[in-house]
């Protein structure tokens, strides 16, 4: 997959992307990935960063613009 952004998202942003997209609160994704809450908002943050974004909804929508994560189903 190609990646139209100055800063490409790693393999975990995208695993916690797609996670945020299925509308898993922060802790169950920290749950499901074996990382910690703290860590959880810290990749939000690279994410939101990367997508220049501010909030989840738009990173998800920015997301499906950009075929980084699969549309909605």
């Known amino acids: ?13 995208i695993e916690i992307l797609e996670r945020i997209a299925q ?3 922060n802790q169950q ?3 499901e990935l074996f990382i910690s809450l703290g860590t ?3 990749y ?9 974004v501010h909030n989840r909804t738009s990173a998800v929508a920015k997301a499906r ?3 980084l994560i699969p549309p909605e189903a």
Request: charged share 25%.
């Open 40 to 42: 959880v908002k810290w």
């Open 1 to 13: 997959m190609v990646q139209n952004l100055p800063e490409p998202l790693t393999e975990r942003e």
């Open 65 to 67: 613009t950009l075929k």
């Open 23 to 25: 509308g898993l609160p």
């Open 29 to 31: 994704i920290g749950d």
């Open 44 to 52: 939000n943050n690279q994410i939101y960063t990367k997508l220049g």
